[in-house]
Nanobody, 124 residues
Framework: QVQLVESGGGLVQAGGSLRLSCAAS????????MGWFRQAPGKEREFVAT????????KYADSVEGRFTISRDNAKNTMYLQMNSLKPEDTAVYYC?????????????????WGQGTQVTVSS
């Protein structure tokens, strides 16, 4: 059974940092692009960041560019999202995603596997 399990969410003050992790099990994703999406209450799920299979190429949403960093450790079958300078508008449930493609997963239609989500709340 393939599972993506997020961890590291929580409550943080504006300007603070959090590091999310996504641990995969049931299969290796070392040849798959992976990414993060988020969904705030009353809003659609939106793309945050994606990283290609090798970990060299990354892409970010404009709203997080320069503040968030995506990375992966294929030996551990794990992906990370370092979030710095957090803002109240970053408050959302953050979802880990994996694609069948090796290059990017930057749209919900490209996602083959989803995690269950982890809550991030940024207070002002």
């Amino acid at each position: 059974q393939v599972q993506l399990v997020e961890s590291g969410g929580g409550l943080v003050q504006a300007g603070g940092s959090l590091r999310l992790s996504c641990a995969a099990s049931g299969r290796t994703f070392s040849r798959n692009a992976m990414g993060w999406f988020r969904q705030a209450p009353g809003k659609e799920r939106e793309f945050v960041a994606t990283i290609n299979w090798s970990g060299v190429g990354a892409k970010y949403a404009d709203s997080v560019e320069g503040r968030f960093t995506i990375s992966r450790d294929n030996a551990k079958n794990t992906m990370y999202l370092q979030m710095n300078s957090l803002k109240p508008e970053d408050t959302a449930v953050y979802y880990c995603a994996a694609a069948l493609s090796s290059w990017a997963v930057d749209a919900t239609k490209s996602v083959a596997y989803w995690g269950q989500g982890t809550q991030v709340t940024v207070s002002s």
